[in-house]
């Protein structure tokens, strides 16, 4: 069975985590890494046995005989590298945030057409089973029509992490709210489709050295095109652990992170909806462990593989990945100008 070859630039916590993945995967092979920094390369050489071919320059590895680009660099690098892999005919799996603009999420969102190659934006909890499972009773119509959906973000991330050398630089990383609560604007569009409308309140509340250039704190909500509303709330580095929640309310049915009640569910309706309904595993609850059930990333890798394997239709493409940042992008701009801004006026 042929393999597709791939190769991965970046090789930092979210480039090794790839990589373990892509190596553990049967109808993969980990053909390059590209990395800047030699002692990362070497690192992973030695937890992996990782003997592919090494680049320092990611031009360099996409003119290799790699089928596909896995792209886990520091977010202001994702728009050059996704667009010279598409212009080299390379398919393209990209870490989040897509870029760190609206003008290079579409420089991307149209190479990427121009070239016909196909792009799966790195949003792995899509995948986690809790979300699967709220998608298949929203898709069944149990859940009846959803009409408010939340998701937070909150992230202690702990100051010595290696990350922070870019993670708070506007130039380098964007928007810590794109950064960080992405991941939850693009999880409440999974289950109620595209924004219009964004009103937000931002500010950095907490002590860092360097202070972060953008926000660390916001609260945004949102107006889908199907009318429902919703809100994220995004805090990185609040004094507790990694939470990431998330409520969707149906006319018919809730789903409040682990727990489903639906109006039809014999001994909660026969409680007078005071008790019952059904939990699900805790063990589903993202809590950001690298490999975890509840943070599916090997997961969202082998559905970029079967993408190029089998056909597979991809789950979260350069188009669904434009909307998520154009929602984040305006979230941002709602708050610097106080006021809603509505996705038209980012999708220009
Ligand atoms: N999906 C998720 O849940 C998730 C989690 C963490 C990070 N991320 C994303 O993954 C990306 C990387 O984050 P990280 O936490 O691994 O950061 P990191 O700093 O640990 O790793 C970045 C790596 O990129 C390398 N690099 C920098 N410039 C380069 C260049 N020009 N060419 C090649 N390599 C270069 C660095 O040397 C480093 O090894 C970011 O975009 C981040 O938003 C996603």
């Given at each position: 069975m042929n393999k597709v070859k791939i190769g991965l630039v970046g090789l930092g916590w979210m480039g090794a985590e790839h990589g373990r993945n892509i190596l553990a995967h049967?109808?993969?092979?980990?053909a390059a890494v590209c990395d800047a920094d030699p002692a990362n390369v070497r690192k992973f050489q030695a937890a992996t046995g990782f003997k592919g071919k090494v680049f320092k320059d990611y031009k360099a590895l996409l003119k290799s005989r790699v089928d596909a680009v896995v792209i886990a660099s520091p977010n202001a690098l994702h728009a050059d590298m996704a667009v010279a892999a598409a212009q080299a005919r390379k398919h393209i799996y990209c870490e989040?945030?897509?870029?760190?603009?609206p003008a290079d999420c579409r420089r991307i969102r149209d190479a990427v057409d121009r070239a016909g190659v196909k792009y799966l934006i790195g949003?792995?909890?899509?995948?986690n089973p809790l979300y699967q499972y709220a998608r298949r009773l929203l898709d069944e119509g149990?859940?009846?029509?959803?009409?408010m959906v939340e998701s937070d973000y909150l992230h202690?991330?702990?100051?010595?992490?290696?990350?922070w050398s870019w993670l708070g630089k506007e130039k380098v990383a964007g928007s810590l709210f794109h950064g960080g609560s992405g991941h939850n604007v693009d999880l409440i569009r999974y289950f109620?489709?595209?924004?219009t409308e964004v009103a937000c309140m931002k500010g950095a509340f907490l002590p860092r050295?360097?202070?972060?250039?953008?926000?660390d704190t916001a609260v945004a909500v949102f107006r889908f095109a199907s009318g429902a509303i919703g809100k994220v709330q995004c805090c990185v580095g609040?004094?507790?652990?990694f939470h990431f929640n998330f409520k969707l309310y149906g006319t018919k049915g809730s789903v409040l992170d682990n727990h489903v009640w639906l109006d039809d569910m014999p001994r909660f309706a026969e409680a007078g909806r005071t008790s019952g309904g059904l939990t699900l595993p805790e063990?589903?609850?993202?809590?950001?462990?690298?490999?975890?059930v509840g943070e599916p990333w090997d997961k969202l890798m082998a559905h970029f593989i079967a993408m190029l394997t089998?056909?597979?239709?991809?789950?979260?493409?350069v188009a669904s990945a434009y909307q998520t940042s154009l929602a984040c992008f305006a979230a941002v701009e709602a708050a610097r100008r106080k006021k809603v801004i509505t996705i038209k006026e980012m999708d220009q």
């Open positions: 049967p109808r993969a092979e980990l989040k945030p897509m870029a760190i603009n949003y792995h909890r899509r995948l149990k859940l009846g029509k959803a009409f202690h991330v702990p100051g010595n992490l290696g990350i109620c489709g595209d924004v050295e360097p202070q972060v250039e953008t926000e609040p004094i507790l652990p063990t589903w609850i993202p809590d950001n462990v690298q490999g975890g089998d056909n597979t239709p991809c789950l979260n493409d």
